[in-house]
């Protein structure tokens, strides 16, 4: 595929001409139409958020917000603390000001029962993180017995429902190290929606496959974009941030550096920082 690099970091692409992306193994198809953000709390609201590794400042004054229904990709440079504050969503990293709010749910705040939020909370990793003792239907229902309560059969059932929305049903009687990296992945997607988040969190979900598994992943969040679900998600696919987000955040060195439409960022992009990166990503 040929692409033609947009202009260097001193100069924002001209206004009505938007850059070549990359080809990323997507399926065609059109741009999902940009959401209405809703009113009311948002579901994600980071407020002012800093966190430090002892003397390491690796997020500094956060702030951004996440309507319902509303997909925000994030991304940067490697390093950027785009991963930790993600992480910080559902307090897998703890973060020592500010504060995060989801669905109404305070983050930070000794009388919020955390388990009960990360069951709200769907998170896919960057490695998958089946257990590769299980088979792929215990996979999907061993969280669901354990931490909603569900009966084995409600549980099965509801988790072959899902195998087959990712198109993996013929896979449901084997293990973890007998699928593919796509595979694998979009079984632990499987799983996140098994537990009816409210949110779905992806970091980096497709950074540690080989190229050709990239696009059937990135098909799968496409289709839970088109079908609403709300989704926090850093990643370096940037068409998949051109087809499928409502806004784009680009952080760097621990900073939310800008905050745009998806338009905005990939036409007008306001800081060199941004200009800078995007020159570099969509060049090739």
Same mark, same amino acid.
């Given at each position: 595929?040929?692409?033609?690099?947009?202009?260097?970091?001193?100069?924002?692409?001209?206004?009505?001409?938007?850059?070549?992306?990359?080809?990323?193994?997507?399926?065609?198809?059109?741009?999902?139409?940009?959401?209405?953000?809703?009113?009311?709390?948002?579901?994600?609201?980071?407020?002012?958020?800093?966190?430090?590794?002892?003397?390491?400042?690796?997020?500094?004054?956060?702030?951004?917000?996440?309507?319902?229904?509303?997909?925000?990709?994030?991304?940067?440079?490697?390093?950027?603390?785009?991963?930790?504050?993600?992480?910080?969503?559902?307090?897998?990293?703890?973060?020592?000001?500010?504060?995060?709010?989801?669905?109404?749910?305070?983050?930070?705040?000794?009388?919020t029962n955390l388990p009960k939020l990360r069951s709200r909370v769907g998170m896919v990793f960057q490695h998958f993180e089946l257990f590769p003792h299980l088979s792929i239907t215990d996979n999907l229902t061993l969280a669901q017995r354990k931490v909603l309560g569900r009966s084995p059969a409600d549980a099965e059932k509801r988790g072959?429902?899902?195998?087959?929305?990712?198109?993996?049903?013929?896979?449901?009687?084997?293990?973890?190290?007998?699928?593919?990296?796509?595979?694998?992945? =979009?079984?632990?997607?499987? @799983?996140?929606?098994? +537990? /009816?988040?409210?949110?779905?969190?992806? !970091?980096?979900?497709? #950074?540690?496959?080989?190229?050709?598994?990239?696009?059937?992943?990135?098909?799968?969040?496409?289709?839970?974009?088109?079908?609403?679900?709300?989704?926090?998600?850093?990643?370096?696919?940037?068409?998949?941030? =051109?087809?499928?987000?409502? @806004?784009?955040?680009? +952080? /760097?060195?621990?900073?939310?550096?800008? !905050?745009?439409?998806? #338009?905005?960022?990939?036409?007008?992009?306001?800081?060199?920082?941004?200009?800078?990166?995007?020159?570099?990503?969509?060049?090739?």
């Amino acid at each position: 595929m040929t692409s033609t690099p947009i202009p260097g970091p001193d100069a924002p692409t001209p206004a009505g001409r938007e850059a070549t992306l990359p080809d990323d193994g997507l399926q065609q198809g059109p741009l999902i139409p940009p959401r209405t953000a809703t009113t009311g709390e948002p579901m994600i609201a980071i407020n002012a958020v800093s966190k430090w590794y002892g003397s390491f400042q690796v997020l500094t004054d956060c702030t951004t917000t996440v309507s319902k229904g509303e997909v925000v990709v994030v991304c940067g440079p490697s390093g950027s603390g785009k991963s930790t504050l993600i992480k910080c969503v559902n307090a897998l990293e703890p973060f020592q000001e500010g504060q995060i709010t989801v669905d109404g749910t305070k983050v930070k705040d000794r009388a919020t029962n955390l388990p009960k939020l990360r069951s709200r909370v769907g998170m896919v990793f960057q490695h998958f993180e089946l257990f590769p003792h299980l088979s792929i239907t215990d996979n999907l229902t061993l969280a669901q017995r354990k931490v909603l309560g569900r009966s084995p059969a409600d549980a099965e059932k509801r988790g072959l429902d899902l195998l087959a929305r990712v198109g993996l049903s013929d896979h449901a009687k084997k293990y973890p190290g007998q699928l593919s990296g796509g595979q694998q992945q =979009r079984v632990a997607i499987a @799983r996140a929606l098994a +537990m /009816d988040p409210v949110v779905m969190l992806f !970091d980096e979900p497709t #950074s540690a496959l080989d190229p050709e598994m990239v696009g059937e992943v990135l098909d799968v969040m496409v289709e839970l974009a088109r079908d609403g679900m709300t989704m926090m998600v850093v990643t370096h696919e940037m068409g998949f941030a =051109r087809k499928v987000a409502d @806004r784009v955040i680009f +952080m /760097d060195r621990g900073e939310i550096v800008e !905050d745009a439409t998806k #338009s905005d960022f990939f036409g007008q992009p306001r800081s060199p920082r941004a200009q800078h990166f995007l020159s570099k990503i969509l060049s090739h």
